[in-house]
């Protein structure tokens, strides 16, 4: 069975700080996917990135980066000098290979960005 | 682009009530779901379907009914409305060979009250 969790459920960090968002995963399968979704007060998901199990390369995309490792099962998401419109729940999710792209959400970090 | 469509977009039911949460794509895609969102929760899934005519349980179906009489509609359907449904419920299209890529839908809002 597939697994996701995100240990923090606040975090408050003053504009221009970088936050870091953790998200440990469990799953059965070798290929497997790994998303970051922002959810802003709109209600909205809103796809950022996603990650297939064999690619453990690390990248940043605009003020976005992860940092993805398979040994210690995690994938944790990084907003380099947060801005107020980064305040949002953030959702990591897992979808294995052979699970018909059924997605398991972690329960979601809530980010606040202080002006 | 319309991608995935879900009506309504807010409802309050009564106890009791029933109603259908219904939800339309138009890319052809194969794979329809049915999550819903608790406050302060992830998301988790009601009902899938892989096609036409073939529908499967998620981890939280008591309550809910669904159908796939076209590749292009997955309804919803609650039966005997309770305030443990009050939640967001979100419909989300995908397809084999997509690397599990999901388009969700903008989500429906629903109060039993």
């Known amino acids: 069975a597939q697994k996701v969790t995100q240990a923090q459920t606040e975090i408050s960090v003053v504009e221009k700080e970088d936050v870091t968002l953790d998200c440990v995963y469990e799953?059965?399968?070798?290929?497997?996917?790994l998303f970051w979704y922002k959810q802003p007060p709109s209600g909205e998901l809103v796809f950022l990135i996603r990650?297939?199990?064999?690619?453990?390369q690390n990248e940043i995309s605009g003020r976005y980066s992860w940092n993805f490792q398979k040994s210690t099962s995690s994938f944790n998401f990084t907003i380099t000098a947060s801005q107020v419109v980064d305040s949002a729940v953030y959702f990591c999710?897992?979808?294995?290979?052979?699970?018909?792209?059924?997605?398991?959400f972690g329960k979601g970090n809530q980010v606040v960005v202080i002006p | 682009n319309a991608g995935v469509t879900q009506t309504p977009k807010f409802r309050i039911l009564k106890i009791g009530q029933s109603m259908t949460l219904q939800c339309t794509q138009d890319m052809n895609h194969n794979y329809m779901y049915w999550y819903r969102q608790d406050p302060g929760m992830g998301l988790k899934l009601i009902y899938y379907?892989?096609?036409?005519?073939?529908?499967d349980k998620g981890e939280v179906p008591n309550g809910y009914n669904v159908s796939r009489s076209t590749t292009e509609d997955f309804p919803l359907r609650l039966e005997l409305a309770a305030p443990s449904q009050t939640s967001v419920y979100f419909c989300?299209?995908?397809?084999?060979?997509?690397?599990?890529?999901?388009?969700f839908g903008e989500g429906s809002w629903l109060t039993v009250v």
């Open positions: 379907s892989v096609g036409a005519g073939i529908t």
């Open positions: 999710a897992l979808s294995e290979a052979r699970g018909n792209n059924r997605l398991a």
């Open positions: 990650r297939n199990s064999f690619d453990e």
């Open positions: 989300a299209s995908s397809y084999p060979g997509s690397g599990n890529t999901i388009y």
């Open positions: 799953t059965r399968d070798t290929t497997y996917y």
